[in-house]
């Protein structure tokens, strides 16, 4: 069974640093691309950020770019989430995404997500 | 950027109907959609890839169609755990963008 557990989320100041993790079980994690997408408080899905199966090749939306970073941890089957100088905007819940395979490919399987609140 | 517009926003329908949900790409995404589903239960679920093609375990009265800008949603016979939000996503660019959401509830 493919499980996905986000953790890491937290409540911090605006400016301030937070990483997010995922950790993955049930399959090859070196085999699967992976993502982060986010949700703020009533709101629709918004995709945050993807990497290739081998961490060569990333992707980032506008929003957060230049921010965030996303990597993983092939030895620990973990996706981690890197989010410094962070906004009001970027208070949201955090779900992890396995794609089905690769990069042009869809999120097959998601994580339960963590919630990030940035606020003073 | 790309952008996707899903149509209608919200909509009431009851046990039984048969709903639709359209889904604009602002440009040619070929195949390259995706509907996901989330309800209470708040975590996204994988409905339909590749426009049509049903997910593993996803009952047979989810349906998909469409090709290069203009998508369709189909579920035929609701059932009280399909009300909940819908979203279609792209995945034709590194974008990955969704549309807005189209919540379904009950009437």
């Known amino acids: 069974e493919v499980l996905l557990l986000d953790s890491g989320g937290d409540l911090v100041q605006p400016g301030g640093s937070l990483r997010l993790s995922c950790a993955a079980s049930?399959?090859?994690?070196?085999?699967?691309?992976m993502s982060w997408v986010r949700q703020a408080p009533g709101k629709g899905l918004e995709w945050v950020s993807s990497?290739?199966?081998?961490?060569?090749?990333?992707f980032y939306a506008d929003s957060v770019k230049g921010r965030f970073s996303i990597s993983r941890d092939l030895s620990k089957s973990t996706l981690y989430l890197q989010m410094n100088s962070l906004r009001a905007e970027d208070t949201a819940v955090y779900f992890c995404?396995?794609?089905?395979?690769?990069?042009?490919?869809?999120?097959?399987?998601w994580g339960q997500g963590t919630l990030v609140t940035v606020s003073s | 950027d790309i952008q996707m517009t899903q149509s209608p926003s919200s909509l009431s329908a009851s046990v039984g109907d048969r709903v639709t949900i359209t889904c604009r790409a602002s440009?040619?995404?070929?195949?390259?959609l995706a509907w996901y589903q989330q309800t209470s239960e708040k975590v996204p679920k994988s409905l339909i890839y590749?426009?049509?093609s049903l997910e593993s375990g996803v009952p047979s009265r989810f349906s998909g169609s469409g090709s290069g800008t203009d998508f369709t949603l189909t579920i035929s016979g609701l059932q009280p755990e399909d009300f909940g939000t819908y979203y279609c996503q792209q995945y034709h660019y590194y974008t990955y963008t969704f549309g807005q959401g189209t919540k379904l509830e009950i009437k």
């Open positions: 990497i290739d199966s081998g961490g060569l090749r990333t």
């Open positions: 440009q040619d995404i070929r195949n390259s």
């Open positions: 590749s426009a049509s």
């Open positions: 995404a396995r794609y089905k395979g690769a990069l042009k490919e869809h999120f097959e399987h």
């Open positions: 049930g399959f090859h994690f070196n085999t699967y691309a």
